[in-house]
């Protein structure tokens, strides 16, 4: 107890120079140093008096709780060693006393050095006789509690014991603050480490800013580098422009004369564009007069051609006596063609098909007119396989071309073309094909129907193809005029197909009553997209190839000029069929059209839209007749492939609700085969469909 009594005696007196030390050296002033070390050194001993109170206390409760043991014996023995260690604590007091007297001179000369007043190192010193009290009267009790120790040791014998287990419970509190205290600190010093690493960044960040603006002012430097020496060249174009302003100077008071006698000349003509500026305005005015009189002139040709013909066809009635009047068929067998526009000079130099379609891009750009290359394709393709798709749609927004595309074709190849403009009043099949008038005992004859008697009744149209336009057909409902036409037109892949005149109750020779649809006959329909137009149905779809002509990337001036002109050759249906090809069910390409339309068709039934073997017949037998399609699955073929989706299958869909997770998944499953086809166009189409609450295709974009 006594020893653990000094050592806090050693540790205040320590404490007391130690505080007042780092004090001074910190800045603060001699008093206020004192203070701190005093003030520590107070907090030390009280904690002493604190602990030896404690210890005194526990002491007379030991000594009355052991009073009457058997220990004392043990205790005489260690009398010896407690009186050793005794000794010892009193060589400790005299160290310390001889260290607080150093230490206090240590003060003393610190005072000095500080410039400390007499009335502060007076007051200093009375605290310092105050300390050596309170450790006067601590050796007093230190002395008192020896005597009792000895007592204590003489009667207990294991009271060290005790005292040790004592001490090593408050070494251990000791150890346990110091632990507590080591994990603040540690705690501190890492929250300090993350102020540090966020200052850091932040530092980083600057640094980044800071090299930013240093690399724009070595840009300015060297930019700044380049003006320099630009300035020294302008310096010497200056002084070359100087030289050149005053030989310009010259030469402007000569021109000043000039434009003296210029400007006399420019009155004159000014007065002389006065006058051309009238003439060319009364021509203006004059303007619309003349194309009246150019369309009045158009009408007069064109009523002269068919009066000509109706001449021709009055003479041949006078001659034979039998005039067309009394001819239920009059209007069925005028001519529409003149048999002199005939050509049986059949073309040579265009045989090869590759050669035809170069050709026929080229004369399509001399006309002023522009078309993409796989438009080209497209559309010849189908007329190739009318046999099985029987019409040729060309649908689109206004302005496209597509009844100029038709005409074009069939003026290079030297066809007979013929245009029927369809009327929204157009209900049923008479309006294409006519119809017996029971009143006039007539059949009011269409342009289509006596195209169609003409070729019947006349060898030399054999090997002469004719193409039919339908311009605008959904300006009223296809189904309504067209189905039972097309249904003929379908069934020519089989077999003959022919038109039968209904004259009611007349008899008429067979040739005269059923009219053989020629295959040479080529049908081609033209729709509009605006409000105006019908839709068309899947049974339309189905036996139709329907190519879109959507708004151009690029537009195209044209040229105004006349365009080139052709030959009078012209090519024969007989070398036309000669380019169509029937597939191979063993070609690789076929096989591989089957496989993906499988897949395809599974995924429309998912979807409530499938289809049968005519639209694969159809898809096949595009593709092996797209230009550039051989045996394999190459480039032209996926290219075939995908019109085929775009024409015959996607059309299908348009108006499913796709909100649903099901039509969802099934149209991520079509969408995974329209990529396989490589094809950009149909892709972004194909995505576009999709975008709303409904499927709504419109086609694919050709210029691409």
């Given at each position: 107890?006594?020893?653990?009594?000094?050592?806090?005696?050693?540790?205040?007196?320590?404490?007391?120079?130690?505080?007042?030390?780092?004090?001074?050296?910190?800045?603060?002033?001699?008093p206020?140093?004192?203070?701190?070390?005093?003030?520590?050194?107070?907090?030390?001993?009280?904690?002493?008096?604190?602990?030896?109170?404690?210890?005194?206390?526990?002491?007379?409760?030991?000594?009355?709780?052991?009073?009457?043991?058997?220990?004392?014996?043990?205790?005489?023995?260690e009398?010896?060693?407690?009186?050793?260690q005794?000794?010892?604590?009193?060589?400790?007091?005299?160290?310390?006393?001889?260290?607080?007297?150093q230490q206090q001179?240590?003060?003393?000369?610190?005072?000095?050095?500080?410039?400390?007043?007499?009335?502060?190192?007076?007051?200093?010193?009375?605290?310092?006789?105050?300390?050596?009290?309170?450790?006067?009267?601590?050796?007093?009790?230190?002395?008192?509690l020896?005597?009792?120790?000895?007592?204590?040791?003489?009667?207990?014998?294991?009271?060290?014991?005790?005292?040790?287990?004592?001490?090593?419970?408050?070494?251990?509190?000791?150890?346990?603050?110091?632990?507590?205290?080591?994990?603040?600190?540690?705690?501190?010093?890492?929250?300090?480490?993350?102020?540090?690493r966020?200052?850091?960044?932040?530092?980083?960040?600057?640094?980044?800013?800071?090299?930013?603006?240093?690399?724009?002012?070595?840009?300015?430097?060297?930019?700044?580098?380049?003006?320099?020496?630009?300035?020294?060249?302008?310096?010497?174009?200056?002084?070359?422009?100087?030289?050149q302003?005053?030989?310009?100077?010259?030469?402007?008071?000569?021109?000043?004369?000039?434009?003296?006698?210029?400007?006399?000349?420019?009155?004159?003509?000014?007065?002389?564009?006065?006058?051309?500026?009238?003439?060319?305005?009364?021509?203006?005015?004059?303007?619309?007069?003349?194309?009246?009189?150019?369309?009045?002139?158009?009408?007069?040709?064109?009523?002269?051609?068919?009066?000509?013909?109706?001449?021709?066809?009055?003479?041949?009635?006078?001659?034979?006596?039998?005039?067309?009047?009394?001819?239920?068929?009059?209007?069925?067998?005028?001519?529409?063609?003149?048999?002199?526009?005939?050509?049986?000079?059949?073309?040579?130099?265009?045989?090869?098909?590759?050669?035809?379609?170069?050709?026929?891009?080229?004369?399509?750009?001399?006309?002023?007119?522009?078309?993409?290359?796989?438009?080209?394709?497209?559309?010849?393709?189908?007329?190739?396989?009318?046999?099985?798709?029987?019409?040729?749609?060309?649908?689109?927004?206004?302005?496209?071309?597509?009844?100029?595309?038709?005409?074009?074709?069939?003026k290079?190849?030297?066809?007979?073309?013929?245009?029927?403009?369809?009327?929204?009043?157009?209900?049923?099949?008479?309006?294409?094909?006519?119809?017996?008038?029971?009143?006039?005992?007539?059949?009011?004859?269409?342009?289509?129907?006596?195209?169609?008697y003409?070729?019947?009744?006349?060898?030399?149209?054999?090997?002469?193809?004719?193409?039919?336009?339908?311009?605008?057909?959904?300006?009223?409902?296809?189904?309504?005029?067209?189905?039972?036409?097309?249904?003929?037109?379908?069934?020519?892949?089989?077999?003959?197909?022919?038109?039968?005149?209904?004259?009611?109750?007349?008899?008429?020779?067979?040739g005269?009553?059923?009219?053989?649809?020629?295959?040479?006959?080529?049908?081609?329909?033209?729709?509009?997209?605006?409000?105006?137009?019908?839709?068309?149905?899947?049974?339309?779809?189905?036996?139709?190839?329907?190519?879109?002509?959507?708004?151009?990337?690029?537009?195209?001036?044209?040229?105004?000029?006349?365009?080139?002109?052709?030959?009078?050759?012209?090519?024969?249906?007989?070398?036309?069929?000669?380019w169509?090809?029937?597939?191979?069910?063993?070609?690789?390409?076929?096989?591989?059209?089957?496989?993906?339309?499988?897949?395809?068709?599974?995924?429309m039934?998912?979807?409530?839209?499938?289809?049968?073997?005519?639209?694969?017949?159809?898809?096949?037998?595009?593709?092996?007749?797209?230009?550039?399609?051989?045996?394999?699955?190459?480039?032209?073929?996926?290219?075939?492939?995908?019109?085929?989706?775009?024409q015959k299958?996607?059309?299908?869909?348009?108006?499913?609700?796709?909100?649903?997770?099901?039509?969802m998944?099934?149209?991520?499953?079509?969408?995974?085969?329209?990529?396989?086809?490589?094809?950009?166009?149909?892709?972004?189409?194909?995505?576009?469909?999709?975008?709303?609450?409904?499927f709504?295709?419109?086609?694919?974009?050709?210029?691409?």
């Open positions: 107890m006594q020893n653990r009594t000094i050592d806090w005696l050693l540790a205040g007196a320590t404490t007391f120079v130690v505080g007042a030390i780092i004090a001074l050296i910190l800045g603060q002033n001699a206020h140093s004192l203070g701190v070390g005093l003030a520590t050194t107070a907090t030390s001993l009280g904690s002493a008096a604190i602990l030896n109170s404690r210890m005194t206390a526990r002491m007379a409760v030991l000594e009355q709780h052991i009073a009457d043991t058997d220990r004392a014996r043990a205790l005489k023995q009398l010896p060693e407690l009186k050793s005794s000794a010892s604590l009193i060589a400790r007091n005299d160290e310390l006393q001889r260290r607080l007297e001179q240590e003060i003393a000369a610190a005072l000095e050095k500080s410039g400390i007043t007499k009335g502060q190192l007076a007051q200093l010193q009375a605290q310092a006789n105050e300390i050596k009290a309170t450790i006067t009267a601590l050796l007093g009790q230190k002395q008192d020896d005597r009792r120790l000895a007592a204590l040791n003489r009667n207990y014998p294991d009271l060290s014991a005790l005292e040790g287990l004592q001490q090593r419970i408050h070494e251990c509190q000791l150890e346990k603050t110091s632990l507590e205290a080591q994990i603040t600190a540690l705690g501190n010093r890492l929250g300090a480490m993350e102020d540090r966020q200052s850091l960044q932040q530092l980083e960040a600057n640094l980044a800013i800071r090299q930013a603006e240093l690399d724009q002012l070595n840009s300015r430097i060297q930019f700044g580098s380049g003006l320099a020496g630009e300035v020294m060249e302008n310096e010497a174009k200056l002084q070359y422009l100087k030289a302003c005053q030989q310009l100077l010259t030469e402007r008071q000569n021109l000043e004369g000039l434009i003296n006698q210029l400007r006399l000349e420019q009155q004159q003509l000014d007065r002389s564009l006065e006058e051309k500026t009238a003439q060319y305005t009364s021509l203006v005015q004059k303007q619309p007069e003349v194309e009246a009189i150019e369309r009045q002139i158009f009408h007069l040709r064109l009523e002269k051609k068919e009066l000509e013909l109706e001449k021709e066809r009055l003479e041949h009635s006078v001659s034979t006596q039998a005039p067309y009047y009394k001819d239920p068929l009059q209007t069925l067998k005028m001519p529409l063609w003149s048999e002199s526009e005939i050509s049986h000079d059949f073309s040579t130099t265009n045989t090869d098909e590759e050669e035809f379609l170069k050709g026929f891009s080229a004369y399509v750009q001399k006309s002023g007119f522009y078309f993409p290359s796989r438009t080209i394709a497209a559309f010849h393709t189908s007329l190739k396989v009318q046999g099985i798709s029987a019409l040729v749609i060309l649908s689109g927004i206004s302005g496209t071309g597509k009844s100029e595309l038709p005409q074009l074709y069939a290079y190849m030297g066809a007979q073309f013929l245009m029927l403009a369809v009327q929204p009043r157009w209900d049923s099949p008479q309006d294409l094909l006519g119809f017996y008038n029971y009143m006039e005992n007539q059949f009011k004859a269409t342009s289509l129907t006596r195209s169609i003409q070729y019947n009744h006349s060898p030399k149209w054999q090997d002469k193809i004719a193409l039919i336009l339908l311009d605008e057909m959904n300006l009223a409902r296809v189904e309504y005029y067209f189905s039972e036409f097309l249904s003929k037109l379908e069934s020519r892949r089989h077999h003959d197909a022919y038109l039968d005149i209904d004259l009611g109750n007349l008899t008429l020779p067979e005269e009553r059923h009219l053989k649809i020629p295959p040479q006959f080529f049908f081609v329909g033209t729709m509009n997209e605006d409000e105006t137009t019908q839709t068309l149905s899947d049974k339309v779809l189905d036996r139709a190839n329907v190519i879109t002509m959507s708004r151009p990337l690029k537009l195209y001036l044209g040229n105004h000029g006349h365009p080139p002109e052709l030959g009078s050759g012209c090519l024969s249906y007989h070398q036309f069929k000669s169509c090809k029937l597939p191979n069910p063993s070609q690789p390409v076929v096989r591989e059209v089957e496989r993906l339309l499988t897949q395809t068709n599974q995924i039934e998912d979807m409530g839209h499938p289809f049968a073997h005519r639209v694969y017949q159809s898809v096949v037998h595009y593709t092996v007749n797209y230009p550039g399609v051989g045996d394999n699955l190459t480039a032209a073929a996926l290219a075939a492939l995908s019109d085929s989706f775009a299958i996607l059309p299908k869909l348009r108006g499913i609700i796709i909100e649903d997770e099901r039509t998944d099934n149209l991520d499953r079509l969408g995974s085969i329209v990529s396989g086809l490589a094809d950009a166009a149909l892709t972004a189409a194909f995505a576009k469909a999709r975008q709303g609450y409904q709504q295709w419109r086609g694919i974009s050709y210029d691409v």
